[in-house]
């Protein structure tokens, strides 16, 4: 399958299976669109009216251009079969019950009253609550016990916010590090937090020992406090934001990113992001948010295509002020075109229910933290482990290939088959398909790839 769009100057030609990106002229572009449907004399009759009188689409030219695709497709560059489809039932079969992360919910709790939050303020549908040590050390364990022979471990201290029960969270890294050198094993944690609680100790901590740590924050003063408010109703943006500064200053340059929701009342979410970048920071995303369709935050149709917009301003001025000296990175723009993801990711996506699962206060597991709270989807506890194998194999299914109205989707390769959560909140099933999701996923890669397109055509490298 081979998608073509023009974006920001160039003609890009994608070809699906292979990976490949060709960015190519007007000529050579409209003879990839003519090749698989078209004998290469219908190609240059209809091209030599088309380009009447250039110099580079003359019969002989085009029939050149025509032997060249011809030998990309040879080449399997272009129009190249899908492999993948017969690897997509066994890959996750081949994994077996082997964990590779967890999600904390260490407090289902919060200091803020978001309207938009997708987890009830915190309490997950349930009461608030706050995860024991034991719990959280036993969730540990658990992740040793079912790793099998990984070594590398990731947990997530997650909530509500996190920061309400940070004891419990020092503990459990201190815990986990007097692990590793007995079971063979290395923990990666991240830390997400809305900021409210930042100190130096916060500081201190995080930056030893969090390999990630991911800020929320919405944008603009107006933006951010019209939603992210305390239980008083105030905004708290003019008290997070210094603390954000000093943790991302103090960290000297370890991973973190900012990470905001834009809803109905910001489609022009790019002024969100340049706010961001111009306070300073450079690893930006935000994110479409997360609702029932009748929320006033939701995001409605007319909205779509002011973000698809958007999402083309955001990639070309990535591309002006990288050229300035003060570049910055958003989320889903980062794509790596020649060394990854692996075939198994391509294919599988995140490992939602099968290698990564969430974890309640009270030891619950669930497929991803977007299905804490819902009944059907618990898959057991960490003292029994996964006691409800038929929810597992649910996600075990979710792949690529699992849904049929993907068949034809060029873009299902990097999704890997989209959300399963936002699939689950959009049509009741895991299987299903959230369409606007999707419009805005194939709009952010088309812009991905634009970005790694100017920079090879900065660069004189091969397309």
């Known amino acids: 399958m081979v998608h073509q769009y023009q974006l920001n100057g160039y003609n890009i030609v994608l070809d699906t299976c292979s990976g490949g990106v060709h960015v190519t002229d007007d000529v050579a572009y409209d003879v990839i669109a003519l090749f698989p449907e078209r004998t290469e004399e219908e190609i240059v009759a209809a091209l030599s009216e088309k380009y009447a009188g250039r110099p580079d689409a003359t019969p002989d030219e085009l029939r050149e251009c025509v032997a060249d695709v011809r030998a990309l497709r040879d080449s399997g560059r272009l129009y190249s079969p899908d492999a993948f489809a017969d690897m997509a039932g066994t890959l996750k079969e081949r994994s077996g019950d082997v964990v590779k992360a967890l999600c904390l919910h260490v407090a289902h709790t919060c200091n803020l009253n978001c309207s938009y939050c997708f987890a009830s303020q915190g309490r997950y549908r349930g009461e608030r609550a706050l995860m024991p040590f034991e719990t959280g ?253 038929a929810v597992r194999e649910q996600f075990r299914a979710c792949n690529a290939y699992a849904r049929p109205e993907c068949a034809d989707c060029w873009a299902r390769l990097y999704c890997s088959g989209g959300c399963a959560a936002n699939a689950y909140h959009a049509t009741g099933s895991v299987l299903g398909v959230h369409k606007a999701g999707c419009e805005l996923f194939r709009k952010r890669m088309e812009c991905a790839i634009m970005i790694q397109a100017a920079h090879a055509a900065d660069t004189g490298e091969e397309s």
């Open 137 to 389: 050390k036993r969730a540990l364990d658990f992740l040793i016990e079912h790793s099998g022979t990984r070594t590398n471990l990731e947990v997530d201290f997650f909530g509500g916010e996190p920061l309400m029960n940070w004891e419990v969270v020092k503990r459990l890294v201190g815990y986990a590090r007097s692990a590793e050198k007995a079971h063979g094993k290395r923990f990666r944690f991240t830390l997400t937090t809305n900021g409210m609680l930042i100190d130096d100790d916060v500081i201190e901590f995080a930056n030893r020992e969090m390999s990630n740590v991911v800020l929320s924050l919405d944008g603009r003063p107006e933006i951010h406090d019209a939603t992210r408010k305390d239980y008083a109703g105030r905004g708290s943006y003019d008290r997070v934001v210094p603390k954000f500064q000093k943790l991302v200053k103090a960290r000297g340059g370890k991973n973190y990113y900012m990470r905001g929701t834009f809803t109905h009342a910001n489609p022009d979410f790019t002024r969100d992001v340049f706010h961001m970048a111009d306070l300073g920071f450079t690893e930006l995303s935000m994110e479409p948010v997360v609702c029932a369709p009748d929320d006033p935050a939701a995001l409605t149709p007319e909205d779509l295509e002011i973000v698809k917009r958007q999402y083309e301003i955001l990639a070309v001025e990535m591309l002006k002020r990288e050229k300035e000296g003060r570049p910055f990175t958003f989320y889903h723009y980062m794509l790596d075109l020649k060394g990854g993801p692996c075939v198994y990711k391509r294919i599988s996506g995140c490992g939602s229910g099968t290698e990564y699962m969430a974890v309640t206060p009270s030891g619950d597991l669930y497929p991803c933290h977007q299905f804490v709270g819902e009944a059907a989807y618990k898959l057991g506890d960490v003292w029994n482990g996964v006691t409800e194998n």
